[in-house]
């Protein structure tokens, strides 16, 4: 730009005006700067993020305040209540509106009348026309006091509104909070009132607290990484699911963000994928939720609930973030810390309360005395003669003079004043017996103040405990704490797909239906591929994909699947020796290529077969005809070879070569029975060593497990059973042990006791009364059942305690048969005394030793061969000696 386009008159000077308008414009980055930062610091301090103090955002104040000034104890309609509260708010009325309803749905601050909503099915409140409340009676004893309240002006400096509230309570972590501002959000879980009260008890007493959420739709909760409600942490939420009878199962609680409307979706979702299989879904929710899921005939429903958790909202993951305003500050902090916070700052409130009260004792005690002695001592008729108010005043003083000394303070003119304003009929009806007890009333009541304020710890302790009291019944803890397994999808996901493969090409997948069928699977599953020069592969299923070429097996594979056991003949390269392995295939990188044998070129697979529980046959190996060989064939048995990792060379089989190998006989499991575990931390089987062992499962055993209701069920031992919340027994299931019960009937109010075997059924099946409240109160299949009885206890009659051989008190009958009374006298407390069962001493079995013809031309290894033969006798000189001490 020249200096002609600057200046058009041409006199080459730039007017001043001009010159000082360009100077004052700011750049827009600088503006940019300015103006977001306030703008995210109002959303932060101002709309989103609650403060500490009071544990609420300021619309949430805003409310709770306009309801104080409005509340007579009568229900206000919510849109009175909207239009008062816009006085303070100025975001208008729907933003007001949201956040009223919020409150009112925690049930905790405000008594709701009307269509408020339902936090289960999601539901939206009616009109604020249509719905009323107001504060509920904790909310007038905890958040308010005008008193101790710190006030300011109005956002149009018409009104005055709290800075924040006074609340005596950990409110924040009561009712929990959600906001997102700018570059900043805040997400703290709602907690149990009762166990917030009592950790604050914790904490005035010194003690460590730790909390966990508690969440209003209840539901099953994992808080093993709660991580203290801090960013990172996160929080495994499931439904309770309960199975009704094998084609039915009820979800009675729902994880918390969620609602049955969301939730049905996410199943109908997962059923159309084909993840599960439901033929029918209905909600009969009302004031407790109950979604009934009818499965198809034939499907698991112990695979359908863990399916559930896997592919639906039945399970959902919630990170926390706690965060909050303090001295007008954001800070992230934990809950464990917020209470400690919220604690001492409602012990301060106490305390100020109490120094706020004394000196209102001390004032009414000051002028009750003065009053009396202005009125005993007659001191009003020294006025008499005063023509002004000074003379009237100096009168009064002068009259008072002799008893300044009995005072607490000095008399003031304050006071003074105050005394001529007592008005003739007070003085002539005045009572001096009951000035005297309102004094001494108000003396009382200064010395408990006094004694408050010196224990104000025990004060605070007390004040708390009265809290639980007084409000803390029907608060309790709705959301069960429990530890969680982790599902594997591919376990538990229906078999929504086929798999086919074609072998000459070397293509596998779901989509190839003209090809040979394989077996069902689901589309998240991974396969299993064995080929005939040795290689194995793993790869995720597919519609159509390459896998290689001369297939000999193909499956789904199941990851750390140790009981399938492949067995393998193969040939060392064109002209080598034949080897023979057994191995599992536990754990693979997904796609790369495996090589079973010693690597050697032309290695050639002869045999393979896999072995889904272990099973070991005996082959027929026919050798090629060629000179010198003295047997042409051999048989094989695998069952001498130990099963080892798939990079085993394997055992030398023969140095000759093989023309075939054919299945002479089928073989048993040389893998032997389970062992079953029991974790009562999360109530499921595993084979890892968790928990309490039940025993050795073969095939065809069972698990009998007893409820606190009454029921006994026989189930097989798959890892994916589930098991009744009120399950008080769990053992493996012996016929022949008969189960000893002590059970209360209901109808009878009596306790009676029997013996019975358990019936061989796959049905739930009561042993008990059926009358309602009958419940079970022990139950054992010890060999000598014996239990201890604990009476109540009578005036003037305590009754021992008495043991019981149960054994000898009843013998076994029926399942059916009610059996016989326990006691007539009323029974306080009964335990389970009964010794454990002997353990049985098993034999020790005897090592499978591989026995080979000496003229099959297999290489033997014969000092292997001489150290089993040293250790099967050790073993059986064992035996002997364990013989002779039973004896």
Same mark, same amino acid.
């Given at each position: 730009?020249?200096? $002609?386009?600057? #200046?058009?008159?041409?006199? =080459? ?100 009348? =009307? ?101 209003? @739709? ?39 963000? @969620? ?88 012990? $301060? ?63 003031? +003119? ?65 959301? $069960? ?8 999808? +591919? ?41 005939? #020069? ?29 009981? @399938? ?6 040939? #060392?390269? +064109? ?33 393979? @077969? ?90 065809? #055993?069972?698990?009998?497990?007893? +409820? ?142 591989? $026995? ?36």
């Amino acid at each position: 730009m020249n200096e $002609e386009e600057l #200046d058009p008159s041409g006199e =080459g000077e730039l007017d001043n005006s001009d010159n000082k308008d360009i100077q004052n414009i700011l750049p827009v980055s600088g503006m940019f700067q300015n103006w977001f930062l306030d703008y995210a610091s109002y959303v932060i301090l101002e709309r989103a993020v609650p403060a500490v103090e009071d544990g609420l955002k300021p619309v949430q104040r805003r409310i709770l305040h306009a309801m104080y000034e409005l509340e007579d104890g009568r229900y206000n309609k919510a849109a009175n209540i909207i239009g008062h509260c816009m006085k303070y708010h100025p975001h208008g009325d729907a933003s007001i509106a949201d956040a009223m309803v919020q409150l009112g749905q925690k049930d905790l601050l405000i008594d709701c009348q =009307g269509n408020w909503g339902n936090i289960l099915t999601g539901d939206s409140a009616a009109a604020s026309r249509y719905i009323e409340a107001r504060l509920s009676k904790f909310a007038l004893e905890v958040v308010f006091n005008p008193k101790t309240t710190v006030w300011q002006a109005s956002y149009d400096g018409r009104n005055r509104e709290p800075v924040t509230l006074p609340v005596k309570f950990p409110l924040l972590l009561a009712q929990g909070v959600e906001g997102i501002a700018v570059g900043l959000a805040c997400k703290i879980m709602p907690h149990n009132f009762n166990e917030l009260i009592d950790g604050s008890i914790d904490i005035l007493r010194g003690k460590k607290v730790s909390l966990v959420p508690d969440f209003p @739709t209840g539901g099953l909760a994992d808080f093993s990484n709660y991580n203290d409600g801090l960013r990172g942490g996160k929080i495994r939420i499931r439904a309770k699911i309960n199975q009704i009878d094998k084609k039915t199962l009820v979800i009675t609680e729902i994880p918390f963000s @969620t609602t049955t409307g969301s939730l049905m979706e996410s199943i109908v979702s997962a059923n159309e994928k084909e993840k599960i299989k439901i033929r029918k879904i209905e909600d009969n929710t009302a004031e407790n939720v109950e979604i009934i899921l009818h499965l198809h005939p034939g499907i698991s429903p112990d695979k359908t609930i863990d399916a559930l958790y896997a592919f639906t909202n039945c399970e959902v993951s919630v990170s926390p973030n706690a965060c909050i305003i303090e001295n007008e500050k954001p800070r992230f902090v934990g809950v464990n810390e917020m209470l400690k916070i919220s604690t001492h700052k409602t012990l $301060e409130l106490l305390r100020l309360e109490l120094n706020i009260r004394k000196g209102e004792i001390e004032e009414a005690w000051h002028f009750s005395s003065l009053e009396k002695i202005f009125i005993e001592k007659r001191i009003y008729r020294n006025i008499e003669e005063s023509e002004t108010w000074e003379e009237v005043l100096s009168a009064i003083d002068k009259g008072l003079k002799p008893y300044k000394k009995l005072f607490k303070r000095a008399i003031t +003119t304050d006071d003074i004043a105050r005394l001529t304003e007592i008005k003739i009929k007070r003085i002539s009806k005045f009572d001096s017996f009951k000035a005297d007890e309102h004094i001494k009333n108000l003396e009382e009541e200064l010395q408990l103040v006094n004694h408050h304020l010196e224990h104000i710890v025990e004060y605070a302790i007390e004040y708390f405990k009265n809290l639980k009291k007084k409000y803390g019944k029907g608060r309790e803890r709705k959301t $069960e704490i429990k530890a969680f397994e982790i599902i594997n999808a +591919t376990t538990v996901a229906v078999a929504n797909e086929k798999l086919y493969v074609n072998r000459e090409e070397g293509f596998a997948g779901y989509n190839m239906k003209k090809d040979e069928y394989v077996c069902d699977c689901s589309d998240i599953d991974d396969i299993i591929v064995f080929r005939d #020069d040795g290689s194995m592969s793993v790869s995720k299923v597919s519609d159509k994909s390459f896998v290689g070429k001369g297939i000999i097996y193909i499956n789904v594979f199941r990851k750390n699947d140790e009981r @399938t056991i492949y067995n393998m003949i193969y040939r #060392d390269g +064109t002209k080598g020796k034949s080897f023979a392995k057994r191995f599992a295939v536990s754990g693979v990188t997904r796609d790369k290529i495996y090589d079973l044998t010693k690597g050697n070129k032309g290695s050639e697979v002869l045999y393979f @077969t896999a072995n889904a529980n272990g099973e070991a046959e005996v082959v027929t190996v026919i050798h090629k005809p060629l000179p010198g060989i003295r047997k042409l064939q051999f048989d094989f048995d695998f069952g001498g070879l130990a099963i080892k990792g798939r990079n085993s060379q394997g055992n030398t089989l023969t140095n000759y070569g093989i023309k075939k190998v054919v299945l002479k006989e089928k073989g048993l499991s040389t893998l032997g029975a389970r062992s079953i575990w029991f974790d009562d931390t999360i109530q499921r089987l595993n084979t890892d060593g968790r928990g309490t062992l039940l025993g050795e499962f073969s095939a065809d #055993d069972k698990i009998l497990y007893i +409820t606190q209701s009454g029921h006994y069920r026989l189930i097989n031992f798959d890892l994916s059973n589930h098991f009744d919340e009120d399950m008080i027994l769990i053992e493996k299931f012996n016929p022949e042990k008969p189960v000893a019960a002590v059970y209360f009937d209901a109808e009878k109010k009596e306790y009676y006791v029997k013996r019975f075997l358990v019936e061989v059924t796959d049905k739930k099946t009561l042993f008990i009364s059926e009358f309602e409240g009958s419940r079970l109160e022990m139950a054992t299949t010890c060999l000598q059942p014996q239990i201890e009885i604990k009476f109540q206890k009578k005036k003037n009659n305590e009754i021992p305690d008495q043991q019981l051989d149960l054994k000898e008190f009843i013998g076994v009958k029926g399942l059916k048969a009610k059996g016989n009374r326990l006691t007539t006298n009323p029974v306080k407390e009964i335990n389970n005394i009964s010794p454990p069962d002997p353990e049985e001493i098993k034999p020790v079995p005897e090592p499978i030793i591989a $026995e080979l013809p000496v003229d099959a031309n297999v290489e033997i290894d014969y000092d292997r061969l001489e150290q089993l033969k040293n250790i099967r006798k050790n073993l059986d000189n064992m035996d002997t000696q364990m013989t002779l001490d039973l004896e």
